[in-house]
């Protein structure tokens, strides 16, 4: 089952650190393209899908590469949303957020999230859901599973129309848990409590590690009915692990906005200048030397 090619996943991989996706052996995610070192525009799940779902997507702000740098070009422009960029948005959007924008263009919008921030039952939590055609709110931070099948039913009903398709999945959130995973669930075996006393940094990079793997499988059918649309796969935040004696997230810290990001945009992968900008001095020096070896 293939979407509309015009069609954008966006999922969100709460609280994963970057240096977590780099090392983790996820092939599926890989396939979608090269991993960038991103910083997240939150230090929470709220604030950070808030300014998400206004187009100020995770970024690097030293590249000048469209939607790597949202601030060069971004990935989603809402109208009277931010400058416009040097270069132009993936997609320009009308109404109040990203999901408002996709509806007015005829897009059917779905969503699910594992957090509570997106739980329809918390006035606090409403702003985040409420312009979604369909919302569901998975009520556990380990029903990944769950929400890639609700999500499938609900774009395979879809037909010819474009989707917008969110998904927050929460294995990757503190305590770190996947179903049918070899510790407990309990928050009692949390190894990452802000000013915890039992803390454990090498316990929380194995389960994190884990649970992004058992997500790379859990996730396939949903990117590959994507194969030939948008894709964007980043964190909303990460979490720190004792650096500087700062534990989880909720507060400014570099390990805590240092966020994995992957494009593949209709349906070609999203390069960063990375290698590219390194190399394109000698590019330069070699295109020279040819030319004037052609003049003499």
Not at 46 to 58: E, K
Not at 114 to 140: H, M, N, S
Not at 191 to 202: L, R, S, T
């Amino acid at each position: 089952m293939g979407v509309h090619p015009g069609s954008y996943l966006f999922v969100t991989l709460d609280s994963c650190r970057y240096d977590t996706f780099e090392a983790a052996r996820i092939p599926v995610m890989r396939r979608l393209g090269p991993l960038h070192r991103a910083m997240a525009p939150g230090y929470l799940t709220y604030t950070s899908h808030m300014a998400m779902f206004m187009g100020f997507t995770p970024g690097i702000g030293g590249e000048r590469t469209p939607f790597v740098n949202p601030k060069f070009a971004k990935v989603f422009k809402m109208a009277g949303g931010g400058s416009s960029g040097a270069a132009p948005a993936h997609v320009s959007l009308q109404g109040a957020n990203v999901v408002q924008g996709f509806k007015k263009l005829g897009y059917l919008t779905l969503g699910t999230g594992a957090l509570g921030w997106f739980d329809p039952g918390k006035e606090t939590c409403r702003v985040l859901i409420q312009d979604f055609d369909q919302f569901w709110y998975a009520g556990e931070k380990w029903k990944s599973r769950e929400q890639v099948g609700w999500l499938l039913e609900r774009i395979g009903a879809a037909g010819d129309r474009p989707v917008f398709a969110f998904l927050n999945v929460g294995e990757t959130h503190v305590p770190y848990y996947y179903e049918g995973a070899p510790w407990s669930s309990s928050w009692d075996d949390n190894p990452c409590v802000p000013f915890g006393k039992k803390n454990d940094a090498a316990e929380c990079r194995r389960r994190q590690t884990a649970c992004l793997e058992f997500l790379d499988s859990s996730l396939e059918p949903l990117f590959t009915a994507f194969e030939g649309a948008s894709t964007m796969v980043c964190a909303d935040h990460g979490d720190a692990w004792g650096e500087d004696g700062v534990w989880e997230h909720g507060i400014h810290h570099p390990k805590v906005v240092e966020v994995p990001l992957v494009l593949r945009l209709r349906p070609q992968p999203v390069p960063g200048e990375g290698v590219g900008a390194r190399l394109r001095p000698l590019v330069e020096k070699v295109k020279q030397a040819f030319s004037s070896a052609q003049r003499t």
